[in-house]
């Protein structure tokens, strides 16, 4: 008899579905049979996407209120449940650098896609888990929310860091109501995010790569391993946690060459 897959049955919210770390999850989600629903701006490719995997794409700009209201809204009338959240939508632009560079609508801009929009999710997921008494909320943080970074991103550290902070709280505040939230902090991966960032300037990756104890950068399947793990009954004991996925950066002192 074939082993049960860890999400069967269940109904799991991906925004950022449509590449790298959003997408490595959105397919491992689906092969451990979740009912993928995903919330992103990339309408041509999210349609594709959910029809290889018997999903649901709902157009979701995650800084907007209504539209996140309404992307939870309909995640739960597929099944009658939402039991997996996964708010990974952000952005790394490159005129968010050093805070003496950073001007204030970079700053503005990356807060509200990388903190704001994890906010109004939550918000929008928990009444749904309440009502169900479970659920397993997961926030993409950054290992920059527990160490300097070697390559500033000012905005983009500090909306990390507030991700982590109100992940812990959450996770603190719901425990109880049999609902888990921990904050994902991924050492830098292989995405086209990081790849755009780092082909305009190769000594920057460089100074980044020459960090991690593993010698390279992550692949986005290795972090939707995690993120399965976190999603799934696996890490039931698993809450408001620092879920650190980075290579050993965060545990080095002298990275050996």
Known sequence: MAPKRRLEGRT?????GCSGIGLASVQRFAEEGGHVVIGDLDDEHGREIVDEIDGTYVHCDVTDAAQVEALFAAAHAVKGRVD????????SPPDDNSILDTDIEAWR????VNLTSVYLCCKAALPYMRAQQRGSIINTA??????GAATSQISYT????????MSRELGVQFAREGIRVNA???GPVNTPLLRELFAKDPERAQRRLV???AGRFAEPEEIANAVLFLASDES???NASTFLVDGGISGAYVTPL
């Open 12 to 16: 799991a919210v991906i925004t950022g």
């Open 84 to 91: 997996v959240a996964f708010n990974n939508a952000g952005i």
């Open 109 to 112: 801009r990356v807060q509200e």
């Open 142 to 147: 950054s290992f920059v929310a527990v160490m």
């Open 158 to 165: 500090a909306s990390k860091g507030g991700v982590l902070a």
């Open 184 to 186: 994902l902090c991924p």
């Open 211 to 213: 960090h991690i104890p």
């Open 236 to 238: 039931s004991f698993v």
